[in-house]
T-cell receptor, first 108, second 113 residues
Framework: KNEVEQSPQNLTAQEGEFITINCSYSVGISALHWLQQHPGGGIVSLFMLSSGKKKHGRLIATINIQEKHSSLHITASHPRDSAVYIC??????????FGQGTRLTINP | NAGVTQTPKFQVLKTGQSMTLQCAQDMNHNSMYWYRQDPGMGLRLIYYSASEGTTDKGEVPNGYNVSRLNKREFSLRLESAAPSQTSVYFCASELWERENTIYFGEGSWLTVV
């Protein structure tokens, strides 16, 4: 069983829809990262969470440490949000464990 | 991906050839990483360096060597390339502290034929 599971693997939605991507994990962590990878390949860090909730623009990330679950929400989605979203677990040894990613496509 | 520069962006190698991927960061970060990304799989750690002069193996170190000669630079060497090393390679760096952000290079597409 993978330490980190993302769902869904693929998501297609219409512009304006509210998007939720989930990340569940089975190990203890010190923090969880959400990353965005654009079709050109570049990877950008969106959030690092150790508890609660963070918001940046139209993006909201939440984490429930007890339930070992995190979600990434996108409000008022736009075609430019189309990307692969990756959650990554941060343990105590400075090493990240990555999920396989969720491929999001937002159609105009 | 301001701050982390990796080269080359594209490379084709023949089986058995050697090459070095270069990575440099200008953010005074302590920790640097090399990952590989393969279709259908998450990023996997090859090697990491927690500080200048130290390196440690990650999940998939076989066939690779690394060098952290100074705080800025962390290179990845393939001594004898194999087709199984065809992948996209990412260098990353972070300042290991409570609210750290990890920064990635733009990736290096390597094909071994």
């Amino acid at each position: 069983k993978n330490e980190v599971e993302q769902s869904p693997q693929n998501l297609t939605a219409q512009e304006g829809e509210f998007i939720t991507i989930n990340c569940s994990y089975s190990v203890g962590i010190s923090a969880l990262h959400w990353l965005q990878q654009h079709p050109g390949g570049g990877i950008v860090s969106l959030f690092m969470l150790s508890s609660g909730k963070k918001k940046h623009g139209r993006l909201i990330a939440t984490i429930n440490i007890q339930e070992k679950h995190s979600s990434l929400h996108i409000t008022a989605s736009h075609p430019r949000d189309s990307a692969v979203y990756i959650c990554a677990l941060q343990g105590g040894a400075q090493k990240l464990v990555f999920g396989q990613g969720t491929r999001l496509t937002i159609n105009p | 991906n301001a701050g982390v520069t990796q080269t080359p962006k594209f490379q084709v190698l023949k089986t058995g050839q050697s090459m070095t991927l270069q990575c440099a960061q200008d953010m005074n970060h302590n920790s640097m990483y090399w990952y590989r990304q393969d279709p259908g799989m998450g990023l996997r750690l090859i090697y990491y360096s927690a500080s200048e002069g130290t390196t440690d193996k990650g999940e998939v170190p076989n066939g690779y060597n690394v060098s952290r000669l100074n705080k800025r630079e962390f290179s990845l060497r393939l001594e004898s390339a194999a087709p199984s090393q065809t992948s996209v390679y990412f260098c990353a760096s972070e300042l290991w502290e409570r609210e750290n952000t990890i920064y990635f290079g733009e990736g290096s597409w390597l094909t071994v034929v």
